[in-house]
C-alpha cells in the first residue's frame, strides 16, 4: 500500500493532517518535476545564447517583483500603483550603498531589499485607514513623490543623470556576462520563491487571505488589519527591492527614468496574465510579458519579410506595436481567463491526468 | 579550473550563436529615436545616418568593406538604449556606434571606454570632450566619444556672443538679463552651467533657470514667469516639438524677449508650425541647409534618394548633420583600415585623432570641418548663428546672421 500510494496519485482527497493539506509539493513526481527544472536552468549558460539568458534573467528579476505584488493584491487584497517606484527605489538603494560604503555587492542586495521594505511600509500607512479606488490613488502618490525623488535627490540617485551601478562580485570573482550573472537571479529566484510559497502556509499567510476574502471577519477573528495590511505592504516592497537590485547591476546603469507609472501597470499586468494569488502564476505571467514583445518584433519581422522586406510603417510602428500588444493581452486575458495562466495551466493538467475520461 | 571550463563553455555558447562574421563586412549599431520625446528632431537625424549608411553601402563600403547596420528605435529612453548596447556587445561585436541622447551617451561613456568602441553620438553634450580627464571639471573622462559640430555649451557661447553683439547694436541699458529655459533632463542640462558661467563674464545677469517639460503641453505658466523675470535673452534647451508648443504660448502671454535656441530646439518643421510665433528666433546651425548652393548638396540630394526616391521632400538641417556624422565615421574608418589590425574600435578613435581641419572630401561645403586630438575631442569651436525671419503669411527665410569662433580654452574642455 505504501508504494502504490508514493508513486501513484490518490483519487480523492485522503489528506489527514493541516501539514499534508498546505504541502507546495502535493506528490514526489511535482516536487522532482520542480527539481528538474531548475536543475535545467542551471543548464541553460551551456544550452542557449545570451539572447535568451537575456530573456531569462529579465523574466527572473521582474518575477521576484511581480510575486511582491502578488503577494500584495493577490494575497492580502490591497492594490499598488507605485510598485515600479519601489523596484528602482532598489536599484538605486544597492549601486548607492555599493558605491558610497565600497560594501560588495553580494550584501548590498538583500540591504536594498531591507531598505526599499522601510519605504515600502511608510508608503503603506494609508492603507491601514482606506481601501479599493482610495487606495489605488494614495499608492499612485507614491509613484510620483518617489519618481521626483529620484530626479532631483542627487546624494542619492546622481539626479537626471543617473548612477552607475557596479556588477556582481564575490571573492574576486566579477559576474557581469549573461553566463555569469544568470546564476546570481536564478539563485534569488530559487530563494525568493521559496520564501514565498512558505509564507503563504504560514499564520502570517493565512492571516493576509482573511484580510483578503472578508477583513471584518479576520478582525472579529482577532487579526489585526492594520498590522496585517502595512506588513503586506512591507513584504511587497522587499521583493520590489531585491528585484530593482538585481536589475541595477545587471545593467551598470541605472535612470531616473526607468521607473515610471507604465512599468507599474506592467507588474500588475505580469500577475493579471499570471493568475492572482498564485506564485506560479507569478513567474508564468512575468514570462509572458517579457517574451510578448519580443514574439511582437519577431512576428513583424517575418510579415515584412513574407512582403518581400518593403513595409516601411511595420518597422515604423513596431514601437508603438509592443505598446499595444500588452494593453490588449491585459484586456483579452481579463475578459477571457481572470484568473490567469495558472488556472488554465491547472485545467491542461487535470485534463491529462484523467484523460480519456475527463468527464 | 571549473572557472576556464565555465569561460571556455560561455564563449563557444557565444560563438555558436553569433552569426556568421564574413572577413570583409563590419557591424555598426545605430540607436534612434523614432518615437519618443525628442522624436521630432530624432527622425530626420536617424533617417540622414541610415541612408547615409545605405548609400555607403551601396557605393563600396569603406574600401570594399560592407558595413552592416541595425536601427533600434530606443524611445528616448535611457535603460533599452543600454540593454540594446549590452545585446549587440554580446553577439555583434561592433566596431562604431551611431547614437542619439545625451542621457543614453553619458550613460555609455564607461561602457564604450571599457569595450574600446568609439560612440558617434547626437548628443553634443560638453562632457564628452575631455578624452583623458585633464580638467578638473570633467568627472568621467570620454576617451571613445565623438560627436559632430559645436558641443551644446560651445552653441551656446556663441549665442552669447551674439546676443552681447545684439544688445550693444540694440542699445540696451545696462546689463542685459539671461534666463536658461529646459527640462530637468540631461540633455537641456549639459550647456546650463557652462554657458551660464560665460554669460555672466561677458557682463549678463543670469537669472533661475525655467523648467518646461520636453514633451509639448501648454506651457503659459512658464511664459508668464519669463514675463515677469523682465529677461531679455531666453535660451531654449530642448528639442523642436517643445519649444513650439513653449514659443506659440508666449505669444498668446505677450512676452517680449529675444529667444534664442540649441542646435535641436529650432528647424524648418518647427517654423512651420510655430508661425509668426517663430519669427526672430536664433538658433545654432551646423551643417549647410537643403537649399543653400554648395558643391556637396548634390551628394546629400543623392543619398537622399535612398528613402525618398522622388526627390521631392524637403530635408530639415538635422538631417545633414546625421549625413556629415557618418561621412565622418566613415573617413575615420578608412584611416584605420590602412593601420595594422584594420577597422577596430581602438584604430577608429586613433583615426578620428589624426583628423587637423579635416571635412568629408566629397560633402564640400556641407560639414565643418573637424579637429580631434588625443587630449581634446571638441571637434569644432566655430558656432553658426542663424536667425528666422517670418512674413505675415507664415512664409520664412533663415538667415546667416552670426558666427562665433571660440577660443580653445583649457578651462572649457569636458565642459
Redesign the interface.
Known sequence: MATISASMIPCGQYRTSYAKDTTIFPTPASRAFAALGVALLAAAPFLVGSYYLNLLIQIGYYGIAALGLNILVGSTGQISLGHAAFFGFGAFASAWLNNTTGIPVFFTIPLAGLMTTAVGMIFGIPAARIKGLYLAIATFASQFILEDFFARAEWFTGGSYGSMANSFSLFGWTLDSDQTYFYVVLGWVVVMFLLGANLLRSRDGRAFVAVRDHYLSAEVMGIRLTKYRILSFGISSFYAGIGGALYGHYLGYISAEGFTILLSIQFLGMIIIGGLGSVMGTLMGTAFMVLLPELTTELSNGINILAGGNLPWLTDGLAFMKEAAIGLAIILFLIFEPDGLAHRWRQIRAYWKLYPFSY | MK?TL?SA??VT??L???PAFSQDSIFVGHIAD??GATSDVGRPYGQGVADALKWLNQNGGIDGTAIEFETV?Y?Y???RA??TY??WT??KNPVALQGWGT?DT???V??VAKDEIPYISASYSGHLTDPVGKSPRTKTPAPYNFFYGPSYSDGCRGLVQWAADDWEKKGGDGAPKWVHLGD???YP?APKEACAAYAEELGFEVLNPILYSLKPGDFKAQCLTLKQSGANYAYLANTGGSTISLLKSCDTVGVDVQFVANVWGMDENALNATGKAGDGVAWVVGAATWNDDVPGMELVREISKISDPSGEEYRVGHYMRGICSVFFMRDAMKVAKGMDGGITGPNIKAGFETFENHAPADLEGVCLPHTWTAENHRGTTEVLVYRANVADDGSFEMEHVFSADLPRRDDWLGW
Do not use: C, M, W
Request: charged letters at 20%; hydrophobic letters at 40%.
Open positions: 572557472r565555465v563553455v560561455a555558447a557565444l555558436a550563436t553569433a523614432y518615437s528605435d524611445s529612453e535611457v535603460p543600454i540593454s549590452k545585446r554580446s553577439q542621457g553619458e550613460a555609455l564607461t561602457f530637468n533632463h540631461p542640462n
